[in-house]
C-alpha cells in the first residue's frame, strides 16, 4: 500500500515536471548569445549574491529585472555602474565586451516580464493572474 | 563509531560553525560595503556563508543517518569502503569549494555558488552514499518504519533535484530566462524538502529511542502526514516565483497545497510527547531540550511561511528580509537543532560531566535568545522594505533602505552573540566527539537497534554489561 501511494505521487511528480519544464514560458522567447555570454559574466561575478532577479537573489543592491527599461535608468545608467562601480559595489574591472554582454542579458531579462505585481493582478482569493 | 565517521561528525560541526562565522562577518560588510570591498567583499563572503550552511545541513543528516542505518536496518552489512569513499569525497569536494571562494571564482546560482564543474565531484559522492544506503535497505531484516522512509526519500530527492538544479547546462533550458528561473526555483525548493526528509526523519527515530514506542513511526495518521510532507516537496516550491509571469496553473497548485509541511512534524512531536514520563525527560535533558527549541521554531515559522505561501502577502515579503527570517529561522531555528539533539544523543551528552553539560546549556540559552532577536529584527527590517518599496514605492534604492539598514544592526549583533553561544556548544561536542572510543557504534547499533531494547541505558555500558532502564514495550 505505501509503495503504491509513493510510486503514484512519484508519478504524478514527473508528469508535473515534464508540464512545468513546457509551459513555464508559453512565448519560447530565446536568447542571443550575446545575452548568453552576459547570463555567464553575471554567475561567475557572483551578482546575484547582491542583487535580486524576480525578488531572488541577495538584499544589497536593488532588484535589476526591470533596470533597463525602468524611466530614468536603462542601458547606459548600468554601463557607467557596472563599469566602474559605486561606493558600496566594487569595480570588477569588467571589459567593455563583458559590459555589453551584462547590459544584453538585463535588456533579454527585462523583456521577460515586470518583477512587481501590480495591485490589480491580485485575485479575491489570495492569488495572482499574470500575463506578460 | 569509526574514525572516518567520527570525523564526519566534527566536520559537519565545523561546517556550522563556519557558517555562523562567515554570516556574522557578511552581515558586517552589507552594513559597511565601503571598508568590507578592500579585504573581504559581501559577494565573496555571502556564498562563503551559504555553502557552509548548506554543508553543515546535509554533511549533519548524512553522518547521522550513516550511524543509524546499521542498527535501523537491523544488518551488520553497512558497505564499509564505499561509505568512506563517499566521506572523504563529499569533505574534500567541500574543501575544493572554498578554495574556489578564495579566489572569487564562483558558479553564481543560488544554495550552489561555486563552478558548475564541482558539482560534478559532488554528484560522485552522492552516488556512493546512495550505493552504500540501498544496499543496506535492500538487506534489511525488518519492515522499514518510517523514518526509513523519510531518509530513503531525502537521499533519492537530493540526487533527482540535485541533477535539476543543473539543467541550465543544457541549451533549451536556459534559451528562455522564465524557464531558467523557474526550474532553477523548482529543484531549490524541492531541494529543501529533500534535506528536511532527511532530518525529520532523523528526528523522528531520536524520538522513537528516548520513547522506547516504536509504534510512533509505524501508526497510520504518521505515515498520512509523511504523505503529506512528500506532496509539499513535490508540488509546493512556487512561492519562490509567484511574481514570475509564467503559466498561472503553477502559482494556484503550489497556493493551494501551501505549507503544510511544518504541520506534520508538530503532529508528530505532539504524539511523542505525551508518551514521555518525567524521567526520561530528566536522562535525556540536553537533547530533548534541543528538540523542544525546534518545535517553538516550527510553531514560529509555520506562521511565517503560512502568510509567505499566499501570494497577496506575497507580493509585500517576496524579495525582503523576511524571506530571509523565514531561511534562517527553519535552518538554524529547526534543522540545526534537530541535528544538534541528534549528534548529542549519539555522543551523549547528558551523561558528560557537569561542567561541559553547563557550557552546553549555557550555549543553548544564549543562541536560542539571540536566535529570537536576530529573526525579530529579520522579520521587522523585511516589514520596512516591503512597506517602503511595495506601497510607497520610495526611490532610490538607498533612501529606501535607510531606515531597514538601521534595523539591520540589532541583527547583525545578534548574530555575533548567535556565533559565540553555538561556539560554546559545538567546541564542546566536538570534544566528547574525539573521547569516543572506536568502539561505540557497534554498541551502539547492538543496544539501540529495533531489536526491542530500550536506548536509555544506564553507565555499565562501559563494561559491556548493558542493561536497559526501562522494559521493551
Redesign the interface.
Known amino acids: 500500500m505505501i509503495r503504491w501511494i509513493w510510486v503514484s505521487l512519484f508519478i504524478c511528480f514527473s508528469g508535473y515536471t515534464l508540464l512545468v519544464y513546457r509551459e513555464c514560458d508559453s512565448t519560447q522567447a530565446s536568447a542571443d548569445s550575446k545575452a548568453l555570454a552576459g547570463m555567464q559574466t553575471w554567475q561567475e561575478k557572483n551578482c546575484q549574491s547582491c542583487h535580486q532577479l524576480y525578488g531572488l537573489g541577495g538584499y544589497m543592491g536593488p532588484d535589476l529585472t526591470n533596470v533597463i527599461s525602468e524611466p530614468g535608468k536603462g542601458s547606459d545608467y548600468m554601463k557607467s555602474f557596472i563599469k566602474y562601480g559605486t561606493g558600496s559595489m566594487p569595480n570588477f574591472n569588467l571589459t567593455d565586451n563583458e559590459v555589453a554582454n551584462l547590459i544584453a542579458f538585463l535588456d533579454w531579462v527585462d523583456k521577460s516580464g515586470q518583477s512587481r505585481v501590480h495591485p490589480s493582478s491580485v485575485h479575491w482569493t489570495g492569488t495572482y493572474n499574470l500575463s506578460k | 563509531m569509526s574514525k572516518s565517521l567520527q570525523l564526519y561528525f566534527a566536520f559537519s560541526l565545523a561546517m556550522l560553525l563556519l557558517a555562523l562565522f562567515f554570516g556574522a562577518v557578511a552581515a558586517f560588510a552589507?552594513l559597511y560595503?565601503?571598508f568590507y570591498?578592500k579585504y573581504l567583499?559581501?559577494?565573496?563572503l555571502?556564498?562563503m556563508h551559504v555553502s557552509s550552511a548548506l554543508f553543515w545541513i546535509i554533511s549533519g543528516a548524512t553522518a547521522g543517518i550513516l550511524f543509524y542505518k546499521k542498527a535501523a536496518f537491523d544488518t551488520t552489512n553497512s558497505q564499509p569502503r564505499v561509505e568512506k569513499t563517499f566521506i572523504y569525497l563529499w569533505m574534500g569536494t567541500v574543501v575544493v569549494v572554498f578554495i574556489f571562494y578564495a579566489f572569487k571564482?564562483?558558479?553564481?546560482?543560488?544554495y550552489w555558488?561555486f563552478p558548475p564543474f564541482l558539482g560534478l565531484a559532488i554528484l560522485a559522492a552522492w552516488l556512493f552514499l546512495m550505493y552504500s544506503y540501498y544496499t543496506s535497505w535492500t538487506k534489511r531484516k525488518k519492515k522499514p518504519p518510517l523514518y526509513v522512509?523519510m531518509w530513503s526519500t531525502g537521499i533519492l530527492f537530493f540526487l533527482i533535484t540535485f541533477i535539476?538544479q543543473n539543467l541550465y547546462q543544457l541549451t533549451w533550458?536556459?534559451?528562455?530566462?522564465?524557464?531558467e528561473?523557474?526550474?532553477q526555483?523548482?529543484s531549490n525548493g524541492a531541494m529543501v524538502g529533500a534535506w528536511n526528509q532527511m532530518i525529520y526523519g532523523t528526528s523522528l527515530y531520536i524520538m522513537v529511542k528516548m520513547s522506547g514506542d516504536e509504534q510512533i513511526a509505524r501508526g497510520r495518521k504518521t505515515?498520512f502526514f509523511y504523505?503529506l510532507g512528500?506532496?509539499n516537496l513535490?508540488?509546493n516550491w512556487g512561492h519562490?516565483?509567484?511574481?514570475?509571469?509564467?503559466?498561472?496553473?503553477?502559482?494556484?497548485?503550489s497556493?493551494a497545497i501551501s505549507m503544510t509541511e511544518w504541520l506534520i512534524l508538530i503532529s508528530i512531536i505532539q504524539g511523542f510527547k505525551a508518551k514521555l514520563t518525567e524521567q526520561r525527560k530528566y536522562r535525556h535533558l540536553l537533547s530533548y531540550r534541543f528538540l523542544i527549541a525546534s518545535e517553538y521554531w516550527i510553531l514560529l515559522n509555520l506562521l511565517l511561511a503560512l502568510f509567505m505561501s499566499?501570494?497577496?502577502?506575497n507580493?509585500y515579503t517576496?524579495?525582503?528580509?523576511i524571506t530571509?527570517a523565514h531561511a534562517m529561522g527553519a535552518t538554524i531555528g529547526i534543522n540545526t537543532m534537530i541535528l544538534l539533539a541528534s549528534i548529542g544523543y549519539i555522543i551523549k551528552i547528558d551523561r558528560l560531566n557537569v561542567a561541559r553539560k553547563k557550557y552546553i546549556t549555557i550555549g543553548f540559552i544564549t543562541s536560542q535568545a539571540s536566535l529570537l532577536v536576530f529573526w525579530l529584527s529579520l522579520i521587522t527590517a523585511g516589514i520596512l522594505k516591503g512597506y517602503r518599496d511595495?506601497a510607497l514605492h520610495i526611490t532610490p534604492?538607498q533612501e529606501m533602505m535607510r531606515p531597514v539598514i538601521s534595523v539591520l544592526h540589532v541583527f547583525a549583533i545578534a548574530g555575533v552573540v548567535l556565533f559565540a553561544g553555538m561556539a560554546l556548544i559545538v567546541f564542546n561536542y566536538i570534544k566528547a566527539l574525539a573521547q569516543m572510543k572506536p568502539t561505540h557504534e557497534k554498541r551502539f547499533a547492538k543496544n539501540e537497534g529495533l531489536i526491542g531494547l530500550n536506548p536509555i541505558l544506564n553507565n555499565s555500558s562501559k563494561t559491556g554489561n548493558v542493561k536497559p532502564i526501562v522494559k521493551p514495550t
Open positions: 552589507f560595503p565601503e570591498n567583499p559581501f559577494y565573496q555571502r556564498p571564482k564562483f558558479g553564481g546560482r543560488e555558488e522512509w535539476e533550458f536556459r534559451q528562455s530566462f522564465l524557464r528561473i523557474t526550474v526555483w523548482k505515515y504523505f512528500l506532496t513535490m508540488f519562490h516565483i509567484y511574481n514570475v509571469p509564467g503559466a498561472s496553473w503553477i502559482r494556484h497548485v497556493y499566499i501570494p497577496a502577502v507580493r517576496h524579495g525582503t528580509h530571509v511595495v534604492f
